[in-house]
């Protein structure tokens, strides 16, 4: 008993003087930002995406090396619009007033040190997301990545602070903390010098910021279901849905985890999805083998086929396939683990119901209330409008793949912190400053 009291007081030791080491150097880096002009800030922007756009095919390749998960030509393409589309010092618009006592200004402003927690199946898109958003509000961060991730977490923060240092001078603006336990990172969420904690990733992690009693901003678990009515063109419905629910083997967060479709019209749909190089699952003896394959005996997803592609998940479940596929599609009840559970992988379930009521009741359900994402293909106006006042998803897409939302193929700008939990959404530079009224 001895023995383990001194290793656990030797750990909350080291987790100190980590912490203590990331705090200093963070606090420097901050003050030293705050000092700067605003045309030079936006060097220092300029210097973190040209670091990292010549090596993104290196550091997406190396994610996949140390996480296992995902593979590395979509993760490179989510690094790059992370890389080109995040929005940076023009999110942060002034707003004036001018009335006939004087002039009010709307101006945003830093919080100071934010600590950013990084999730394994999105992680270097994410961290460069965050990275241009955070410092573009005037802040420094910390990031403490998921523990399947610090290699290149290190390696990616070294690159930057290596442009930024060589650009402006400032050392550290980013620190990647060397080892990621609940311990260390509650105990650097809780520290007086972190003015605000944004968190991405699972439910404990979001608990634990919440618990820190500082501005947070939570990006939580996510179950996005595709809903398909009698109305929707079928081919570009399954096309949709076949992008983003196998782009990264299905690990980005707003990828469709799910489909719900009217029965009259569900056999086109799996023949278009099959068309577009998905794999359906028939018989129940098939879906029983994958079950058994994907869904561990916690009734929570096997990690261990965790972002591997759809041909890996169909080896594993012995199930024969003679063709490349990239979307594996099983047709299940409402109660089954595919549906209940969120799948980070390619592979959804399909449900039938009677008529369009039924369709948004099931999507309800089958989203698990975490108001995170949900599409919808359909040519009814009213039925589009009131899918979206039923479903209240921080991201909603109309005839469009879920992919839409990250910011590819459109006008909008790149975000992977969806706050779904604290109710921002989809998160760029303003949502990491403070709102001064002068």
Known sequence: ??????????????????????????????????????????????????????LAEELTKMEVHETGMGNACDKAAKLMLALHKTPGLEDLELRVSVGDCGITLHEYSAYGIICATQPAANFCATVANNIIGIVSAGNSVIIAPHPRCLNVSGYMVKLINDAVSSASGIDSLAVSLPSSSMELVAELMSHPDVAMVVATGGGKIIKQALASSKRVIGAGAANPVAMVDETADLDIAAKNIADGASFDHNTTCVGEKNIVVVSSVADKLIEELE????????????????????????????????????????????????????????????????????????????????????????????????????????????????????????????????????????????????????????????????????
């Open 1 to 54: 008993m001895h023995v383990s009291t001194d290793k656990k007081e030797a750990n909350n030791a080291n987790n100190s003087d980590i912490v203590q080491q990331a705090i200093l150097k963070s606090n420097q880096a901050y003050r030293e930002l705050s000092s700067l002009p605003q045309s030079c800030k936006e060097t220092v922007v300029a210097a973190i995406k040209g670091a990292l756009i010549p």
């Open 275 to 438: 068309a577009k190089g998905a794999f359906y699952v028939r018989g129940p003896d098939e879906v029983l083998k994958l079950t058994k394959a994907a869904i561990n005996n916690s009734f929570m997803t096997n990690r261990s086929l965790a972002g591997k592609s759809a041909v890996e998940i169909l080896k594993a479940a012995e199930i024969r396939c003679d063709r490349d596929v990239r979307l594996i599609v099983a047709e299940t009840t409402k109660t089954h683990p595919f549906v209940t559970v969120e799948m980070p992988m390619p592979l959804v379930p399909l449900v039938r119901v009677s008529n369009y009521d039924e369709l948004l009741e099931m999507a309800l359900f089958m989203e698990q209330g975490h108001r995170h994402t949900a599409t919808i293909h359909s040519q009814s106006i009213a039925r589009l409008n009131k899918a979206a006042q039923v479903m209240q998803t921080s991201i909603f897409v109309r005839n469009g793949s879920a992919l839409s939302a990250l910011g590819f193929g459109g006008g909008v700008g790149a975000g992977f912190t969806i706050a779904n939990i604290t109710g921002e959404g989809v998160t760029t530079a303003r949502n990491f400053a403070r709102l001064r009224r002068c």
